[in-house]
């Protein structure tokens, strides 16, 4: 049930104001009506608690799939399972996306019309596959491997966001520590040297300095921080921010091969999912394509949809996209061949997301030592130069 919030008239004229349970806007409607009352405005009260939404990730998505599947597969009716569906998800978002579609096939719509109603929610690989399958007749398959799909994708992007966020947390941890050191640890020091009246290291010195101007004006460095980012972040939701980015995830050490990779396994599974639920081909790389966050590779693809409608096989256009390791495009070619190309893009799909496991156990294992010796030098160096004058200041004190 979800709650809603109107504004109505009773019967002599006197407005009132209330909440109301129910499964739709237009039950809602309904039972107002009922009740005598005429409604001014009417709205869903969880809506309005945009802070409390999540987003629909692939493994909300996957789970959706199973259990929808699971109910489809004992006989229950589409509505009903909607309605079943949406009584025991947690997620405010996917819920009320749930009730909009089976508001939608209650008035004679079609499932994937219904899903098409939330696109932010339900993928267009969702809506396309669901569409297929009530076209076959066959509506479970395309719920049994849409689930297997999401299930995939979200196993490849929690491997893939690991990877890259394990570095950032590190390297976080680290400034925050350089930050505790230079305006707690150090101004105690600072007094002591001044006591002392002698010269201080360069070294010394800079510290010194750096604590003292965070201390008072380090204000300053976090506006200039934000700024920065959030330049950063607007310069890359412009199309050629995106395209300096894209390249340079790509050609990052370590990471690029990895970004590489993750874009061949997201392209080979999804292709076999399509195919193998009656997607025409081009519609296919269009769909894959889109689903692709680097502009580069998803460019590429879309002009290989270009070219395949002229005729050209898609395993040329592959091949010629040299990023991509040549296992892609002579697997896909294979399966031109063979007239089973969504197999093979199964194939291809389990090597490259085996590929991306272990670059990510590489990566993480190459980054621990890294990480280690990179803060042993910063917190070292700091350490070193906080006592250095101390020392030669014992060192004075022994030779006199």
């Known amino acids: 049930m979800a709650n809603y919030k109107f504004k109505a008239l009773d019967s002599s004229g006197k407005g009132t104001r209330g909440t109301i349970d129910a499964p739709s806007e237009e039950k809602a409607k309904e039972k107002l009506k009922s009740s005598g009352l005429t409604v001014q405005e009417i709205k869903n009260a969880d809506a309005g608690n945009s802070m409390f939404k999540k987003k629909v990730k692939d493994k909300d998505l996957a789970i959706f799939c199973k259990q929808f599947n699971s109910v489809l597969n004992a006989g229950v009716t589409v509505i009903s399972a909607l309605d079943m569906m949406a009584e025991q998800i947690d997620n405010v ?218 005729g050209v096989p898609l395993s040329k256009p592959l091949r010629d996209m040299e990023y991509f390791p040549p296992m892609l495009s002579q697997m896909t070619r294979i399966g031109e061949e063979t007239g089973n190309i969504e197999d093979m893009m199964d194939k291809v799909a389990d090597y490259y997301e085996m590929e991306v496991n272990n670059v990510t156990d590489a990566l993480t294992a190459m980054m621990e030592p890294m990480i280690i010796v990179v803060m042993a030098v910063v917190v070292g160096g700091i350490v070193l130069a906080i006592y250095s004058p101390m020392l030669s200041m014992y060192d004075a004190v022994d030779n006199y």
Do not use: C
């Open 93 to 310: 978002s996917l819920k009320e996306a749930l009730r909009d579609a089976q508001n939608h096939v209650q008035k004679g719509g079609s499932l994937a019309e219904g899903f098409k109603l939330n696109p932010k929610v339900f993928p267009q690989i969702l809506v396309n596959m669901v569409a297929a399958g009530e076209i076959s007749g066959n509506l479970e398959t395309s719920f049994e491997r849409l689930t297997t799909h999401f299930e995939n994708s979200n196993k490849l992007k929690s491997k893939v966001k690991g990877a890259m966020t394990y570095p950032i947390v590190i390297l976080v941890v680290v400034i925050a520590v350089v930050i505790v050191l230079l305006v707690k640890v150090i101004p105690q020091f600072s007094e002591m040297f001044t006591d002392m009246g002698t010269e201080l290291p360069a070294a010394t010195q800079l510290l010194v300095d750096v604590s003292g101007f965070l201390q008072h004006k380090g204000w300053i460095v976090a506006v200039i921080v934000i700024a920065i980012v959030v330049a950063l972040k607007g310069f890359g939701k412009t199309e050629q921010g995106e395209l300096i980015y894209s390249k340079i995830s790509m050609k990052l050490p370590l990471f690029g091969n990895l970004v590489i990779k993750s874009a061949a396994a997201t392209f080979s599974r999804t292709l076999a999912t399509l195919l193998a639920s009656g997607i025409p081909l081009m519609d296919a790389i269009e769909q894959v394509a889109k689903m692709i966050k680097n502009k580069i590779i998803r460019d590429d693809l879309l002009e290989a949809k270009v070219q395949v409608a002229k």
